[in-house]
């Protein structure tokens, strides 16, 4: 979880608050100063956008880490209120267009009497993401207002859009670092203003530091995906690659669940010290829970190391639910449900092992998923360990943040889906 703005805590944990969303318009310089554009290129002198409904969705699951969708709508048709006769898409080059622009959509909360600041309406407000805008839709077919649609993504968008038009070959024995920073300079040299690579969560992901690793020879094909292929790449270590909300690219270890502490509570019936429930589903199911995961790992062309004993041969890291207590327990009722990977992109079987456990942490707490509504927490990340607690359904349980949609208009409440955390060893 990120950190939250002075005095936000108190405004969501002390009910009832109110919610204003916004978003700013920033355009990329062009020609790229210095060679490279940063997270922040030039503001447009524009008022703050007052969004009317919508949503930012941050999901572990999706090829994008955030997305965004919202609603502004330009009083009886047009005029200058809102700052909004401004914006109106009227060419590709109005500032309200996929070409060039991105948006900042901020979250603020406070009393029901209070308001952000004319002078500063970001002060105290939680930046929920830079985004890529991917479609603008205005919609007259109404009378009197006219509604703009906005679809934005991160800028993994930027990359993933990129797709290579010729063959790419990632360099046998390159760090793994390297190699994705590599592949994503080739292709969308502007799109990362920075790059952070930390073994922040090794300890809890029995990992090592990102500088030990390293990529096997692997040639990608005329039309791949250069971001998917990046997150081949980290997938097959351990790790994860993401942007964060205010734009810095992201490559981690897939953290431990059960090592991870808690960082917020949410329970029916709260007091101040919980965010309330305000509706919860528990669901229990076997439907694609494997409970035992194998890298089959083909990768290594050449030895780039003494250090490495793996070369040009293929090596298995194997790893199952050995918890006799377990539902999924392989040699219980359960049996084996196998999931089976094959890795062409590593060669390193201790390297496999950390990407195996990452797996199977996801694989069994699938087993047991809830997905609740709650008073907002704009902070939140995926891979966050939250307690959850309804006493109604006998819920006392950790469980790990995969999805979080945040809803952007007069509604407060957010929708977070996750899963149980479990013991991987």
């Known amino acids: ?160 859009r990129r797709v290579l038009t010729y063959p790419y070959v990632t360099p046998n024995g ?9 592949i994503i300079q080739h292709t969308a040299p502007h799109s990362v203003p920075t790059f952070s690579a930390d073994s922040t969560n090794a300890q809890t992901s029995e990992g090592a530091a990102p500088g030990t690793l390293y990529a096997a020879g692997y040639t990608w094909d005329e039309g791949q995906d250069p971001w998917e292929a990046a997150q081949q790449m980290v997938e097959s270590c351990g790790m994860m690659l993401y942007f964060s909300p205010v734009g810095v690219l992201y490559m981690v270890y897939i953290p431990n669940p059960f090592s991870t502490p808690v960082c917020w509570t949410y329970a029916e019936g709260s007091t101040t010290q919980h965010n309330n429930i305000t509706s919860i589903t528990r669901t229990f199911s076997q439907s694609q829970v494997f409970n035992f995961v194998e890298y089959v790992v083909e990768g290594a062309n050449a030895n780039p190391s003494p250090d490495l004993l793996y070369t040009g041969t293929s090596f298995l890291a194997q790893i199952g639910d050995n918890d006799p207590s377990s539902p999924t327990y392989q040699f219980g009722p359960y049996g084996r449900a196998a999931d089976v990977q094959f890795d062409m992109l590593n060669y390193q079987q201790s390297t496999a092992l950390i990407a195996a456990k990452a797996r199977l942490r996801r694989d069994l707490g699938a087993a047991d998923m809830v997905t609740f509504t709650a008073l907002p927490n704009p902070a939140h990340e995926a891979y966050d360990v939250i307690q959850v607690f309804s006493p109604r359904i006998g819920l006392s349980q950790k469980y790990v943040i995969d999805t979080i949609d945040f809803d952007l208009g007069v509604k407060k409440d957010m929708t977070i889906t996750a899963r149980r955390v479990v013991n991987i060893p």
């Not at 009886?76 to 991105?102: C, H, Q, W």
């Not at 890529?132 to 679809?151: L, W």
């Not at 390159?174 to 590599?182: E, Y």
Request: charged share 15%.
């Open 1 to 160: 979880m990120y950190k939250l703005p002075p005095g936000m805590k108190e405004a969501i944990q002390n009910p009832p608050f109110q919610v204003r969303c916004f978003a700013q318009i920033w355009q990329r310089p062009w020609p790229p100063e210095g060679g490279q554009v940063g997270a922040i290129g030039r503001q447009l002198p524009i008022p703050p956008l007052w969004i009317e409904s919508g949503t930012v969705t941050i999901d572990n699951t999706g090829v994008q880490r955030r997305r965004a969708n919202f609603d502004l709508t330009i009083p009886g048709g047009g005029g200058s209120e809102k700052g909004y006769a401004a914006i109106m898409p009227t060419s590709v080059d109005s500032p309200l267009t996929p070409f060039r622009n991105y948006v900042q959509i901020w979250w603020w909360a406070g009393a029901m009497d209070a308001y952000p600041s004319p002078q500063d309406p970001t002060q105290g407000a939680y930046l929920l993401g830079l985004f890529t805008i991917t479609d603008v839709v205005v919609d007259a077919t109404t009378k009197g207002d006219i509604t703009i649609h906005v679809s934005a993504q991160d800028f993994s968008q930027d990359i993933s």
């Open 174 to 182: 390159t760090n793994m670092v390297t190699a994705v920073q590599q």
